[in-house]
């Protein structure tokens, strides 16, 4: 596997070794002794699949409590995927990471505990698979605007976004419950 640190300290690009011929491909979608010798230790509690069509955009989702380090990786289609620092004690603290990924490249994206995340469909479908470190809590779940002018990530858009209910209603960064 290929490891690529992104401007983000922690959160990483995941290369796989993929082994193909005339016949398809095979590679190994998850290996907890590969993962822990690049210092992804946690304990994987839920895997979740999302199918969503061209530009709904997912986010910016995190728990406040039970914080969720999550593996990400689509199986069909591409996304921009985006985490966002949102620990105050963090020097890089509202910063953001993009970076796109597909069932093409088949890369994955650790994005550790104390992030925001979210992504924006750009093929007409995408199926997104994600590891979480915690089980989900809809009661300590909290959702930051995507459009949130103080963070100003640079979505790859055409059109406005797709959005569920709860991600129209989210909180601008300066007014959300945030991780020490």
Not at 35 to 49: M, T
Not at 99 to 109: D, G, P, Q, R
Not at 134 to 149: G, K
Request: net charge negative; proline share 6%; glycine share 8%.
């Amino acid at each position: 596997m290929n490891v690529i640190e992104t401007s983000l300290p922690g959160v990483l690009i995941l290369e796989p070794k993929v082994f193909g011929d005339e016949r398809g491909f095979f590679l190994e979608s998850y290996n907890k002794q590969a993962l822990a010798k690049v210092g992804i230790a946690g304990e994987f509690v839920q895997d979740n699949h999302s199918r969503s069509v061209r530009n709904a955009l997912r986010g910016l989702h995190y728990q406040i409590r039970q914080p969720q380090g999550k593996l990400v990786r689509v199986i069909q289609g591409e996304v921009f995927d985006v985490a966002v620092d949102i620990r105050r004690s963090s020097s890089n603290f509202g910063r953001w990471v993009g970076t796109n990924l597909s069932a093409e490249t088949k890369s994955v994206v650790w994005i550790p505990p104390g992030f925001a995340h979210g992504f924006l469909v750009l093929s007409d479908v995408a199926e997104f698979l994600y590891k979480t470190t915690d089980y989900w809590a809809p009661e300590h779940e909290r959702c930051i605007s995507w459009n949130d002018p103080d963070i100003a990530i640079n979505w790859p858009l055409q059109d406005e976004p797709m959005l569920s209910a709860k991600d129209k209603q989210g909180l601008a960064l300066k007014k959300a419950e945030l991780y020490p």
